[in-house]
Each structure stands twice: as structure tokens, then as C-alpha cells.
């Protein structure tokens, strides 16, 4: 029974030469792992690194890329504020000579219009001073008439007197008259009246048909 034992402790337990082996294997093993490690550690550190520079190569292409699309869109936008206010004033310029011109027709109507009217006012002024003129001169002529055909009747009738007057004179002697002639010849003779003026023929006569003569 001893025996067996010794034979199961033998073949249990391990000898310390084998022991030193296997503590020499594992430290190389250790030794290898970190070894290992360590290069994987530095691998991947690198390959971070690397990583890391592009991705910061990739992050400043994009902002200088987004810097250069902002200041695009600004030029963009320069040139179209520049344009829309280019735009703007040519269309105030446009509208105010559209309102210029406006004013400057509307003055002209205006001027033409006035002239118009003063014409037209001139003309109608003008035409009632000539009605005015010719029915003054209607109303003299109309009155001149008027008083020419009532005074007819006693024109007829001083004419008449007129001529009896003249006929009573034309029957008696008419003596000249001498002055201080052959002594006492005029003393004892009268003086004629002077002729009137319907006897010399000044004054128009109106014989019974109503006819004007001269005598």
C-alpha cells in the first residue's frame, strides 16, 4: 500500500527540474505576451495617430473647404445685393422720369388748356362787344328812325310855313340897300331881312309824298 502510494505521489507530483522549466517557459511566454503586447499597443497607438492626422487632414480640407464655400456664398450674395440695388435705382431712375415726363405733359394740357380757355373767353368777349356795338348802333339807328318818322309831320308842316314865308317875300319889291348913295335916295327905303337857311337850301324840305328836297 505504501508502495502504491509513492508510486501515485510520484507520478502526482513534479519534479523541480521539470518545475524550473515550466517557470522558465511561462516567463518566456510572459515575456513574449507583453512583448507582443507592447508592439500591438505601439501598432495600434501608431495607427491611431495615423488615423487621427487624417481625420484632422479630412476636418481642416472640410473647413477650409466650408471657409471657401462661406466666402463664395458672401461674394454670391455681395454681387446679388450689389445687382438688386443696381436694379432698384435704375428702376427709381426710370420712375421718376416716367414722373417727370407725366408732370411735364400734364403741364403742357394745362398750358394748352389755359390757352384755350383765354382764347375762347377772348372770343366771346370779342363777340359780345360786337353784339354790343351793332345793338347800340341797332338801337341809335332804330331811334334815329323812331324820331325821323314822328318828326315828319311837323317837318312837312314848318316846311310849308317856310314856303309861304318865302312866297309873301318873293311878292313884295325887295330894294337893295345903298349906303349913303347919291344923298337922300335911301332915306325914305327899308331894309331887307337876310335869307334864312331854308331859303339859301341848307335844310332838307318834305314835300306831301314824303320825299326829300333840297330848295
Given amino acids: 500500500m505504501l508502495q502504491e502510494r509513492g508510486e501515485v505521489l510520484a507520478v502526482d507530483h513534479i519534479d523541480r527540474s521539470d518545475l524550473d522549466n515550466r517557470l522558465y517557459l511561462f516567463s518566456s511566454a510572459l515575456s513574449e505576451l507583453r512583448t507582443e503586447v507592447r508592439v500591438r499597443a505601439r501598432n495600434d497607438a501608431a495607427a491611431l495617430r495615423s488615423l487621427t492626422s487624417l481625420l484632422q487632414r479630412e476636418v481642416d480640407g472640410l473647413s477650409q473647404k466650408m471657409q471657401a464655400e462661406i466666402e463664395r456664398l458672401k461674394h454670391d450674395i455681395q454681387v446679388e445685393m450689389n445687382h438688386r440695388k443696381h436694379e432698384v435705382k435704375e428702376d427709381n431712375n426710370n420712375l421718376e422720369l416716367e414722373i417727370q415726363d407725366l408732370n411735364n405733359r400734364f403741364t403742357i394740357f394745362l398750358s394748352d388748356l389755359k390757352t384755350e380757355i383765354e382764347q375762347s373767353i377772348k372770343w366771346d368777349a370779342t363777340r359780345r362787344a360786337l353784339a354790343l356795338v351793332f345793338g347800340i348802333v341797332a338801337i341809335?339807328?332804330?331811334?334815329?328812325?323812331?324820331?325821323?318818322?314822328?318828326?315828319?309831320?311837323?317837318?312837312?308842316?314848318?316846311?310849308?310855313?317856310?314856303?309861304?314865308?318865302k312866297a309873301g317875300v318873293s311878292d313884295a319889291p325887295r330894294v337893295p340897300r345903298h349906303s349913303k348913295l347919291g344923298g337922300e335916295q335911301g332915306d325914305g327905303l327899308e331894309a331887307l331881312p337876310p335869307k334864312s337857311a331854308e331859303e339859301w337850301g341848307l335844310v332838307p324840305r318834305y314835300d306831301s309824298e314824303g320825299e326829300v328836297r333840297y330848295v
Fill in 140 to 165: 341809335l339807328v332804330s331811334t334815329l328812325a323812331l324820331a325821323d318818322y314822328f318828326s315828319r309831320p311837323e317837318v312837312v308842316e314848318t316846311a310849308q310855313k317856310i314856303k309861304e314865308r
